[in-house]
């Protein structure tokens, strides 16, 4: 099927799936909201790290630590779950969309890697439009979520983590119409490579968070200057 | 009353219909025989041995992130699918290693196939002669592909950036697992969309 040769086909197909946030209620003014995305849950456990944890259990604390400590630096967080429970690609996106986030991150833990590993979409940036594609929507926003990743970078490489950069495909933050990262957290390893701390090490989960917090805080420090 | 004409047409029918019914039944079993006896038989021809050439294979590396080009000698064939599949499996063969900058169990054989399709008239912006590569996935090698954002993301940017490296024409790359399309590859990157072997450069650093 050419869906270019059937006009009436494309603008249904387009309206169809157009982003939701344009029809969601307005967050409060001033209010500056945050979206914690703790990735799988319920019947998708995600991955299995050493100690035994699912990655699940793991994103869930992490969402936790991170949104305590949020809440006390005044900011309005909404988290996509607070249970093990299965929420699904869209539904999560569909929460930031409608949240109209200043800031969303997809939570996850990993046995692979070390350190903290960043991820912005790959899609390619392209103006704001205002029926964006439901499965491309976060190509409007991938130049802020670039920036908001290098304030992430920073604010963890400050306090001592490794990090790394890099693009992926990800259902869900793919569709997400804000500032939005996936945060990996892999083991920390030491100079001869050896696991220091595991990804669900609650010291380790505890560091991690109050770094991001505060890179968070400066995120909208910036983001509300002229 | 029947004529008798047609008491001798249908009996002829139906001697003719039995006749044939055996004979498809023997035919039936001569070719299975001939099956069975062609799978046990040994090779009675060598197989051809292609010559060895250069392969660039773009490696990921955990430790940071990385695509780093490595420069291999391997027998390669001269159908491009099967160049594909042979540089490709040589790829998985190094991540196989325990030791591997990118550890992932499976090898040369999580490589079932890989299909060159043309994309002419698809895609505007490609060259003319530009390709689609389907690269079909052994389910074993996803059920055993550790779980996590960056080694699958790296894995499939990997074979991508191969793809690029040995076979320039190859533009966009499609993954399937067991022969059908999968959501992700072990429960994290999208299987779904279409990758641009123009995105899946070797990269160095840790800029995103």
Known sequence: MHWSKSTPAVLFAVISIAVPAQQAPPAPAGRFVVVLDAAHGGDDAGGRLDSGQLEKAANLALSVRLRSLLGARGMQVVTTRESDTSVEMNKRAETANHAKAGVCLSLHSAESGSGVHLFASSLSPEPSTRFPAWKSAQAAWVTQSLAFAGVLNSALGHAGFKVTLGRTALPGVDSMTCPALAVEIGPQRGDDNKISAEPDDPDYQSRVAASLAAAILQWRTEARQP | ????????????????????????????????????????????????????????????????????????????????????????????????DPEATHPVPGGAASVAQVFLLPLSGKAKSHTPDALLAVVNLSGNFAAGHPSGLQTETLTLDSICATLRANLPRVVEVQFLVDGQQRATLAGHADLTRTYLTAEATPIEGTTP
């Not at chain 2, 590396?61 to 540089?87: E, F, I, K």
Request: proline share 8%; charged share 20%.
């Open chain 2, 1 to 96: 009353m029947i004529p008798r004409y047609q008491k001798i047409l249908f009996a002829i029918l139906l001697i003719a219909s039995l006749a044939m019914g055996v004979l498809l039944w023997q035919l039936r079993e001569r070719a299975h025989k001939r099956l069975v006896a062609g799978e046990a038989s040994a090779p009675t021809k060598a197989p051809e041995v292609a010559p060895a050439e250069q392969a660039t294979l773009v490696a990921a590396n955990d430790a940071d992130n990385s695509l780093v080009p490595q420069v291999h000698s391997l027998p390669l064939p001269a159908d491009p699918g099967a160049r594909a599949r042979a540089v490709l499996g040589r790829l998985l063969d190094l991540y196989a």
